[in-house]
């Protein structure tokens, strides 16, 4: 006999006969809902995390916000283009999308993300457009042929700039401001909802699960922000508003807090309430998913950013070692975020409807919903924001033609 057959026979026989001591049901053999619905909400979350930024500072008056407001609604702008990207790869005939708002049904919370995701699309739309309009009008007054058209267009072919017609665009901008909290609470606190209503699954099965991932959406949203605003005006040898990084990380900090104790309350729950599927949700936790939930998701991406983000409050440090380390708590905590989607989603999906037994999911590289598809996803969003960066103005500074009239990145203590 063929060495190489042997070899395969045995290790096909030792699976299956580890899934079926396991008590795996056929049907559960498989992950159904991979990376494209860990994607889905972590876009989603990032969106509403930027809107807070920006909702902090033309509807709650944060001066401080100023320099990141206008950026933070371009941020979700550009990945809100792109939140519906991840379920249309994942579904077998995305063409049918349509038939969701063609044929509308009340009772069911997945349709109704046609309507809330056209409706966060258009208040953030106008809302950009409010915001931007004095720039976009003096661009416009200096472009010629078609830049001039479509500057024109986007200022509703109004170019009065007296005071009264700002005033009014201060009221319209923060009505709508007002009006996209709800909705961007709706938007991506669905999504929780969405799992939490899956009786069937005892991981999800929780109220908690709608507010956990709107707290774990801004805190993903708001260390892109941070992020990102580092990253790029450090490109751009532009000055660094050290006071608006400071005040985004106290933010940050409040809400990684109530999202970190939310998630161990769930856990927490689990284990005190030991329901009938509690030795199933502990094993699962124990097992599959130990290096991923206990060792990555608590231990490394939250209890070392929850240090950093004490001692940064606590400590009183130069800016030049403030801003490194807020760098770096912001990556470290995207990257927790995704891993948090990831066990939900994922993790979720591992354990067996038999209550007995556990699967496994691997990844591959250039599957519909592989490593790559991922990767492709995720830059989609920077090339929008790239585009759109050409026509709004990310900074304040850049329509004044230098860098910073006056700089704001400090070099001594606080």
């Not at 939490?196 to 005892?202: E, F, L």
């Not at 450090?234 to 660094?240: A, N, P, R």
């Not at 130990?290 to 004490?310: E, Y």
Request: glycine share 8%.
């Amino acid at each position: 006999m063929n060495p190489n057959l042997y070899e395969a026979q045995s290790t096909l026989s030792h699976g299956a006969s580890m899934l079926i001591s396991n008590y795996v049901f056929p049907n559960d053999l498989h992950v159904h809902w991979s990376m494209m619905i860990v994607l889905y909400p972590y876009i989603t979350g990032l969106v509403d995390g930027a809107f807070i930024i920006a909702a902090l500072y033309y509807l709650f008056d944060v001066k401080s916000l100023k320099p990141v407001a206008r950026f933070s609604l371009l941020f979700a702008f550009a990945f809100l283009c792109c939140a519906t990207l991840p379920l249309l790869l994942h579904l077998g005939r995305p063409e049918r999308n349509f038939n969701m708002l063609l044929t509308p049904s009340p009772s069911s919370a997945m349709a109704g993300f046609g309507y809330i995701y056209a409706i966060s699309m258009g208040v953030l739309s106008f809302i950009v457009l409010f915001v931007y309009r004095p720039d976009l009008v003096e661009r416009g007054k200096k472009s010629k042929g078609v830049m001039k058209l479509i500057y024109r267009a986007l200022t509703f072919d109004s170019d009065d700039l007296s005071k009264k017609a700002l005033e009014l665009d201060t009221k319209i901008i923060r009505f709508l401001v007002g009006l996209g909290i709800p909705v961007a609470a709706v938007l991506h606190g669905y999504v929780g909802f969405i799992f939490g209503g899956v009786k069937a699954n005892p991981t999800w099965s929780t109220p908690l699960m709608p507010v956990i991932f709107l707290f774990s959406a801004c805190v993903s949203g708001i260390s892109a922000i941070v992020l990102a605003y580092i990253v790029i005006r450090k490109l751009g040898s532009l000055s660094i508003d050290a006071a608006c990084i400071k005040t985004c990380i106290k933010t940050l900090t409040g809400f990684f807090i109530l999202a970190f104790s939310f998630e161990m309350l769930e856990v927490f729950s689990h284990s005190y309430l030991k329901t009938g599927y509690h030795h199933m949700v502990e094993g699962l936790l124990n097992g599959p998913l130990a290096s991923s939930f206990w060792l990555w998701q608590v231990k490394i991406c939250s209890v070392i950013p929850l240090i950093l983000l004490g001692f940064m409050a606590f400590v009183k440090m130069r800016d030049s070692i403030y801003l490194p380390i807020s760098t770096i708590v912001s990556a470290i905590l995207l990257l927790q975020v995704f891993i948090m989607r990831w066990n939900v989603v994922i993790g979720g999906q591992l354990m067996s409807k038999s209550a007995r037994g556990y699967t496994v999911f691997h990844p591959e590289w250039f599957d519909k919903e592989g490593i790559l598809a991922v990767i492709i996803i995720m830059t989609i969003p920077f090339i929008i924001l790239y585009v759109l960066g050409k026509i709004f103005p990310f900074w304040g500074d850049a329509i004044k033609g230098s860098i910073s009239s006056k700089p704001v990145r400090k070099t001594g203590g606080n």
